[in-house]
């Protein structure tokens, strides 16, 4: 399995809690980027990483939302306090070092959660 | 700023034929790439095509090709051959630099039997 992996698949969560969504890019890419789907809208981007760079957190739309990579590979995305305006597709992509002039991103399936 | 504009909320093509989906974008960039990138019921994106601005020829993959139009700011996809399996929402993407993607708000492509 070579592709970029999410989990969960859905999550359903109550308005107030936070929520822990994780992901799993592609073995030797070093970029990872967080995207937020709202319905009928197209894919805001949400932060990025790269290697052992600071990351790029200018999408967080609040400051409820944070993410981490832990050794360079897995990412979780945290929402805290949730709230219904949360609720979007949550996908995560991969690449190889965005420095080289083109890099193509891989997605993951993502994560669709509700918030009650 | 950076802009990606799908102004086809919905299409729809009958099995066989060809349609062609709309994108515009607004850069003052001389040197970006422009992808089309299609998204079935699984969600998973999956890269269509891509083309680089520096680039004239207008890039081919299999029964996808696109219409860019670099002074129009113009990037269409045209899909011959259309086919059930080609129905999905259908994302313009733009990226000039190392990483940053601005997507449109995506045409949802339906195929007819």
């Known amino acids: 399995g070579a592709g970029v992996s999410q989990s969960p698949s859905n999550k359903v969560t109550e308005k107030g809690k936070d929520v822990e969504l994780r992901c799993d890019p592609i073995?030797?890419?070093?970029?990872l980027y967080w995207y937020r789907q709202s319905l009928g809208q197209g894919l805001e981007f949400l932060i990025y990483?790269?290697?052992?760079?600071?990351?790029?957190k200018s999408g967080l739309p609040s400051d409820r939302f944070s993410a981490e990579r832990t050794g360079g590979s897995v990412s979780t995305l945290t929402i805290q306090r949730t709230q219904q305006e949360d609720s979007a597709v949550y996908l995560c992509?991969?690449?190889?070092?965005?420095?080289?002039?083109?890099?193509?991103?891989?997605f993951g399936p993502g994560t669709r959660l509700t918030v009650l | 700023a950076q802009t990606v504009t799908q102004s086809q909320p919905e299409m729809s093509v009958q099995e066989a034929e060809t349609v062609t989906l709309s994108c515009t974008y607004d850069?003052?960039?001389?040197?970006?790439?422009l992808f089309w990138y299609k998204q079935p019921p699984s969600r998973q994106m999956i890269l269509v095509i891509r083309?680089?601005?520096?680039?004239?020829q207008n890039a081919t993959e299999n029964r996808f090709s696109v219409n860019f139009q670099k002074a129009a700011k113009s990037f269409s996809l045209k899909i011959s051959d259309s086919q059930l399996g080609d129905a999905a929402m259908y994302f313009c993407?733009?990226?000039?630099?190392?990483?940053?993607?601005?997507f449109g708000t995506g045409t949802r492509l339906k195929v007819l039997a």
């Open positions: 992509a991969s690449s190889f070092d965005p420095s080289v002039s083109y890099n193509e991103q891989f």
């Open positions: 073995s030797g890419h070093t970029a």
């Open positions: 990483f790269q290697g052992n760079s600071a990351p790029d």
């Open positions: 850069t003052s960039e001389s040197d970006y790439y």
């Open positions: 083309q680089e601005a520096y680039k004239q």
């Open positions: 993407a733009y990226c000039a630099g190392t990483y940053k993607y601005i």
